[in-house]
């Protein structure tokens, strides 16, 4: 039988490989950028539960669970790895959107920086601005989903602590 928990880690999971392939498909292509947003809607879900959940309870992690057996799963490595990807995903398109974003007005591709036009850009620079930009917004996402999915794992271990 399958408990809450196991069903929200299952689903956040399931979202997470989601939005790890809508976000790997921001190096190529930005078709996909309302998808991105959609998925913060779901994320946003499980994350207000996860905090119900913590606010219920008045913990996060059990003090019964072996932190030892946290520390290598799965789940933490997932958490670790997303942390990391989504710090050098933050620093690398900062770079690329360090003279601000690209804007298409009127035929012409504008560099835009706060709203204002800097100057005129070809049309390959403007699509490079357009897929930093998605791949920032949309990496942020797979990092809260990394989160949602380690809280409900320590979920589950504290229930197997319990049965025991």
Same mark, same amino acid.
């Given at each position: 039988?399958?408990?809450?928990?196991?069903?929200?880690? =299952? !689903?956040?999971?399931?979202?997470?490989?989601?939005?790890?392939?809508?976000?790997? +498909?921001?190096?190529? !292509?930005?078709?996909?950028?309302?998808?991105?947003?959609? =998925?913060?809607?779901?994320?946003? #879900?499980?994350?207000?539960?996860?905090?119900?959940?913590?606010?219920?309870? @008045?913990?996060?992690?059990?003090?019964?669970?072996?932190?030892? @057996?946290?520390?290598?799963?799965?789940?933490?490595?997932?958490?670790?790895?997303?942390?990391?990807?989504?710090?050098?995903?933050? #620093?690398?398109?900062?770079?690329?959107?360090?003279?601000?974003?690209? &804007?298409?007005?009127?035929?012409?591709?504008? =560099?835009?920086? =706060?709203?204002?036009?800097?100057?005129?850009?070809?049309?390959?620079?403007?699509?490079?601005?357009?897929?930093? &930009?998605?791949?920032?917004? !949309?990496?942020?996402?797979?990092?809260?989903?990394?989160?949602? #999915?380690?809280?409900? @794992?320590?979920?589950?271990? &504290?229930?197997?602590?319990? +049965?025991?």
């Amino acid at each position: 039988m399958m408990g809450k928990d196991s069903r929200y880690h =299952l !689903t956040a999971v399931l979202f997470f490989i989601f939005a790890a392939c809508v976000h790997v +498909m921001g190096y190529f !292509t930005n078709y996909f950028y309302v998808i991105g947003w959609i =998925l913060w809607l779901p994320a946003l #879900i499980l994350s207000v539960i996860a905090v119900i959940r913590i606010a219920k309870d @008045k913990y996060i992690i059990h003090r019964h669970i072996n932190k030892k @057996k946290i520390y290598v799963s799965t789940q933490f490595i997932v958490l670790v790895v997303s942390f990391v990807y989504v710090i050098f995903n933050i #620093i690398y398109n900062c770079y690329i959107l360090r003279n601000g974003g690209g &804007e298409y007005r009127d035929g012409i591709y504008w =560099l835009i920086n =706060l709203g204002e036009r800097i100057r005129e850009i070809s049309a390959e620079e403007y699509g490079r601005l357009l897929l930093a &930009e998605y791949r920032m917004f !949309t990496g942020h996402i797979l990092f809260l989903y990394a989160l949602i #999915i380690m809280f409900f @794992k320590g979920r589950m271990m &504290e229930n197997e602590t319990d +049965m025991k």
